[in-house]
């Protein structure tokens, strides 16, 4: 048997269970959460972290962020789906600065 069939279905790795992203076929999806120049917090969804910030850092993303360059990303999260993405960002959105704050010192999933 491969390591590969040993793995579970989960991709939860034998180092306490901790969740590891799952490769698929279709593009992986990741929640993130930057910090802008004045200090503030946005949260967004993407397919390609890195071009993403790029994207921001370039006055090409979010509006909120074009006026508030550069970005710094404080957390990523990998997610299965585009539906699991943009539900992860719209509760990090939903949280108070302190609980996204928190969120930044976890280290990223």
């Not at 404080?74 to 108070?96: D, L, N």
């Given at each position: 048997m491969s390591d590969k069939d040993n793995r579970s279905p989960l991709g939860r790795e034998a180092d306490g269970g901790v969740p590891k992203p799952v490769a698929s076929k279709a593009a992986s999806w990741t929640a993130y959460l930057v910090e802008c120049r004045d200090g503030s917090l946005y949260a967004g969804c993407t397919t390609d972290v890195e071009r993403r910030v790029a994207q921001h850092n370039a006055g090409r993303g979010g509006a909120y962020t074009r006026s508030r360059r550069p970005v710094i990303v404080?957390?990523?999260?990998?997610?299965?789906?585009?539906?699991?993405?943009?539900?992860?960002?719209?509760?990090?959105?939903?949280?108070?600065?302190s609980r996204k704050l928190a969120l930044c010192l976890e280290p990223s999933a």
């Open positions: 404080r957390y990523v999260r990998a997610c299965e789906s585009e539906a699991e993405a943009k539900r992860v960002e719209a509760a990090i959105k939903s949280w108070p600065r």
